[in-house]
């Protein structure tokens, strides 16, 4: 799962077109192979998360729960309102594990013990 990450971040790199690179990861980010779109999304939470996090929130509605961490993670990273407001929204719908981290990125975000309780 790391090379795909790797050659994203070689790729950047080297590319001297940063708005176009930046427009074929936004498109990446919707790729069905897990590994390639999660790569895509981390690196544009890298580059600039709140410029990416209609992508983000977008993710974080994924089938793939690996998808839904690297999305959360991106989120945290942007710390908006909009951001916060999308994990709200998608807290009630998750369980196990990922109901946890869910609530740990709130409590990251707000600093209140929210724990696994939407309302």
């Known amino acids: 799962p790391r090379v795909p ?3 994203l971040q070689a790729i950047g790199q080297l590319r001297d077109d940063p708005e176009r690179w930046t427009e074929e ?3 990446l980010a919707g790729d ?6 999660n790569a895509a999304l981390e690196e544009l939470a890298t580059q600039d998360a709140r410029m990416h996090e209609d992508v983000l929130i977008t993710a ?4 793939d729960w690996t998808t839904r961490k690297v999305a959360l993670e991106g989120l945290l990273a942007s710390r908006s309102k909009p951001g916060t407001a999308a994990i709200v929204a998608r807290i009630s719908e998750e369980e196990g594990l990922m109901l946890h981290r869910f609530a740990d990125v709130l ?3 707000s600093g209140k013990p929210f724990r696994t309780n939407p309302k």
Not at 32 to 37: A, F, P, Q
Not at 60 to 63: A, C, G, I, R
């Open 5 to 7: 990450s790797a050659a």
């Open 25 to 27: 990861l936004r498109g």
């Open 32 to 37: 069905s192979r897990r590994y390639v779109r």
């Open 60 to 63: 974080l509605s994924s089938d």
């Open 107 to 109: 409590w990251q975000l």
